[in-house]
């Protein structure tokens, strides 16, 4: 288990179930089967966890543009932490997924850009979690209502247009979190053009954990982050903003406090594309 601020192990956690200022998210999910997170929590999750649906509560609706999991309006998200029991700035948020922190760190990242600092992950997820043979149930958590105010990090979020006004000035450098084969536009699953944006360079969002799902070492993202550290600013982007945030975590870990999400990320971009008579604008 790799000993930062940003995660906990699968032992602490089990030591503080019972911890009144520790509110536990699930956060598995599914983009092949969006309902999948839902029904694993609902036959089996961690005692006491409360579930936040990728769609449902860590996004808003889909429209025309601004990608397929646009970031959730913030009053909304608040409402929903304050009624599973979170209080602001006091309560610690331990989220987990089984996904290599893929929809928790989207969880870390939301809570932290609304001014809630005390947000950690469990490392090796749900799976590990089951590993070491720790208690899981079914039963459904009871919240005492907390009190949520939050104060968005505003200038952390950037919008196609500072994308294309930024993405080529020197100093500015534009991270694709995707798998490198989507990246270089042979393969795109879920998106209507295959590709990148213009200038962006490649660090895929899964070198941020190991193989079972433990996050690699400050030092280690350190090193993975290296040749891009002396950037006045990274924009960091996925195929939805959603595993961006991972790496948005790793840069973090790395004592790289430079980076900024683009939320609509290249399912905003390519729809200006789709519509666009003149694509080659883009």
């Not at 899981?136 to 009190?147: A, H, I, R, Y």
């Not at 941020?208 to 960091?236: F, M, T």
Request: charged share 20%; net charge negative.
């Amino acid at each position: 288990m790799t000993n930062t601020p940003f995660v906990v192990s699968t032992q602490w956690l089990s030591e503080h179930l019972d911890d009144p200022q520790v509110i536990i998210v699930d956060c598995r999910f599914s983009l092949a089967d969006p309902q999948l997170g839902r029904s694993q929590y609902q036959t089996s999750h961690i005692p006491g966890a409360h579930y936040l649906d990728l769609n449902q509560d860590l996004s808003s609706p889909v429209k025309k543009h601004g990608g397929r999991h646009p970031l959730p309006d913030a009053a909304q998200l608040s409402a929903k932490l304050a009624a599973i029991g979170v209080n602001f700035q006091e309560t610690l948020v331990v989220g987990y997924d089984d996904s290599r922190f893929a929809f928790a760190a989207r969880l870390w990242w939301l809570l932290s850009y609304l001014g809630h600092e005390r947000v950690v992950l469990l490392d090796g997820g749900f799976s590990n979690w089951v590993k070491a043979g720790y208690r899981v149930t079914d039963e459904l958590p009871t919240p005492k209502p907390g009190n949520f105010v939050p104060q968005p990090q505003t200038d952390w979020v950037v919008d196609i247009d500072t994308v294309k006004a930024k993405k080529d000035l020197p100093g500015v450098v534009l991270v694709d979190s995707r798998e490198s084969d989507r990246y270089r536009g042979e393969r795109e699953p879920i998106d209507p053009i295959a590709g990148h944006i213009p200038g962006a360079v490649n660090y895929h969002w899964q070198e941020v954990s190991d193989n079972l799902g433990y996050l690699r070492s400050p030092a280690e993202q350190q090193n993975r982050w290296a040749s891009l550290a002396p950037a006045e600013e990274i924009i960091v982007y996925c195929g939805s903003g959603v595993t961006a945030c991972v790496n948005l975590l790793s840069l973090e870990m790395a004592q790289i406090h430079k980076g900024k999400l683009y939320a609509g990320s290249w399912s905003d971009w390519c729809s200006y594309l789709v519509t666009s008579k003149d694509s080659a604008a883009f």
